[in-house]
């Protein structure tokens, strides 16, 4: 795997990072996103979202080995996709969009783009671990 494909795919994780929590939240003012999942997107839940963005961010300028940092990556994106999908599975993305079309956005995209980036972390682990035999 070429690692200038691997670079642009940590980048982009942060950026979809930052962009999804700080847009979307208003720079963390909008309340509606916290009402609707008051344990994992608090303030304090988004916020940790922009740290893992910066954690991609920091690995995306690492040119050694990265697999066993894709692999952790991995089961960090698994836990927000179940979050993601134990939310989404009691139907309140009506009501998200109801409250607040960014609050909408935010619900409907977050777990998707979750899954996205865990199977890119997955296919880094997979990849390196398969060069490194």
């Known amino acids: 795997m070429k690692a200038s494909t691997i670079k642009t795919g940590f980048i982009a994780a942060a950026v979809m990072n930052f962009a999804g929590v700080l847009i979307l939240s208003r720079g963390f003012t909008n309340s509606a996103i916290n009402l609707l999942d008051p344990v994992v997107m608090s303030n304090f839940g988004l916020l940790m979202i922009v ?22 990556f991995v089961v960090e994106k698994l836990v927000y996709v179940i979050s993601w999908w134990r939310w989404f599975s009691v139907d309140k993305i009506a009501l998200a969009y109801e409250l607040d ?6 619900y409907t995209i977050y777990g998707l783009n979750d899954l996205i980036f865990m199977l890119f972390f997955a296919w880094v682990f ?4 398969a060069d490194a035999q």
Not at 52 to 69: Q, T, V, Y
Request: glycine letters at 12%; a neutral charge.
């Open 101 to 106: 079309m960014f609050a909408g956005g935010f």
């Open 51 to 72: 740290v893992w963005g910066l954690a991609f961010l920091g690995a995306a300028m690492i040119e050694a080995n990265l697999k066993w940092l894709a692999a952790a």
């Open 126 to 129: 997979v990849c390196q671990y």
